[in-house]
């Protein structure tokens, strides 16, 4: 198949592109001109640069694309911003640019067979956080999980931006689209929980909150691995969670990073939500005023005080065969070998 994969330079995005080739497809990794190459080394790899927040560049970009090659069977759409230093700066690349990009493909009839959007779960904010049952070993988890059928409530900028963005596409008749919502997505080359390894590396641990609250990750090769089912299967117009089907306290992760990193000292603090909401507005001004985007943020504070983080994958199992491979354990494991590796710990 021909695919494209914008975002491509990007922690998920280029780990699709890794797997496109080796599966022996021809893959096109779409970008910035001033985007990193560095994880974009294998030469059969193919360059195309796109302009997703300018249409009237977009548009001859891709119709010279259409000319050479025709065009392609899949786009996977993972270019979007996590951080931003000024809230609208979330639409304009995680909305905008998607229907840029919608848009572009179906005025020059170049709509693919299959357009993957890669969501997140943050569309639907902060709900089913009413403890449901008791914490015991029969019943380990106190939400519910969060359902395709809810009714979403984003409660930060990048949440919003992606809900409207799956919106848009939710919108066009007919549209070949495969939304995916994976949860927190940790891998090699990924920064933000690199910023917990860090921070246990240097003996410290933090928490926010004395609520109990349940957690749940995906490791970016299953994350891939849904991507790459979603291409295959005769599934379109259709929205799944992606997780690796388990739920986890919320020191589990920190925990796992200090066994990888040989069980060093560790000091474990509580910060109540008040003092978090001071950190994160003093470091969100600061960024602004910088001009340079910041860990601690707004958006960061509700992403850290939102208590349940479930969401029930059956569908995605059942409708498209994903089957995690990599409980978070396995994937902890990979990701510190990696970060040692790479001279990052």
């Known amino acids: 198949m021909k695919i494209l994969v914008t975002g491509a330079s990007g922690f998920i995005g280029s780990f699709i592109v890794e797997e496109g080739l080796r599966r022996g497809h021809r893959v096109w990794a779409g970008m910035r001109a001033t985007s990193s190459r560095k994880y974009l080394t294998d030469p059969k790899t193919e360059f195309v640069e796109l302009d997703l927040e300018h249409p009237d560049t977009l548009r001859p970009q891709l119709a010279a694309c259409k000319e050479d090659f025709g065009g392609w069977d899949i786009v996977v759409h993972a270019a979007g911003a996590t951080k931003c230093i000024r809230r609208e700066d979330f639409f304009r690349t995680n909305t905008?640019?998607?229907?840029?990009?919608?848009?572009?493909?179906?005025?020059?009839?170049?709509?693919?067979?299959?357009?993957?959007?890669?969501?997140?779960?943050?569309?639907?904010?902060?709900?089913?956080?009413?403890?449901?049952?008791?914490?015991?070993?029969?019943?380990?988890?106190?939400?519910?999980?969060?359902?395709?059928?809810?009714?979403?409530?984003?409660?930060?900028?990048?949440?919003?931006s992606k809900r409207e963005a799956e919106q848009y596409l939710q919108s066009l008749s007919g549209f070949p689209y495969v939304i995916l919502r994976p949860t927190g997505v940790y891998g090699p080359r990924e920064k933000d929980y690199f910023v917990m390894a860090q921070s246990v590396k240097q003996h410290i641990d933090f928490t926010v909150g004395y609520r109990p609250q349940e957690i749940t990750f995906v490791y970016v090769k299953d994350l891939v691995q849904a991507v790459f089912l979603a291409m295959e299967k005769e599934v379109i117009r259709r929205a799944f969670f992606v997780s690796d089907g388990q739920v986890y306290h919320s020191t589990e992760f920190s925990d796992l990073i200090r066994e990888e990193l040989g069980r060093p000292f560790m000091l474990r603090l509580c910060a109540p939500v008040w003092f978090l909401r001071l950190a994160c507005s003093l470091s969100g001004s600061l960024s602004t005023w910088r001009g340079k985007t910041s860990t601690l943020n707004r958006d960061k504070f509700h992403i850290l005080c939102q208590r349940n983080w479930q969401c029930d994958i059956r569908p995605a199992t059942e409708e498209?065969?994903?089957r995690p491979e990599y409980p978070l354990a396995g994937g902890v494991k990979e990701t510190i070998e990696w970060y040692k590796k790479e001279g990052w710990l």
């Open 96 to 160: 905008e640019g998607t229907k840029h990009l919608a848009d572009a493909l179906r005025e020059l009839d170049m709509t693919p067979r299959r357009f993957i959007f890669i969501s997140s779960l943050s569309v639907f904010g902060a709900i089913r956080e009413q403890a449901v049952r008791d914490s015991s070993p029969e019943h380990p988890w106190i939400y519910d999980p969060i359902r395709e059928d809810d009714a979403p409530r984003p409660n930060t900028a990048y949440g919003e």
């Open 320 to 322: 498209l065969g994903y």
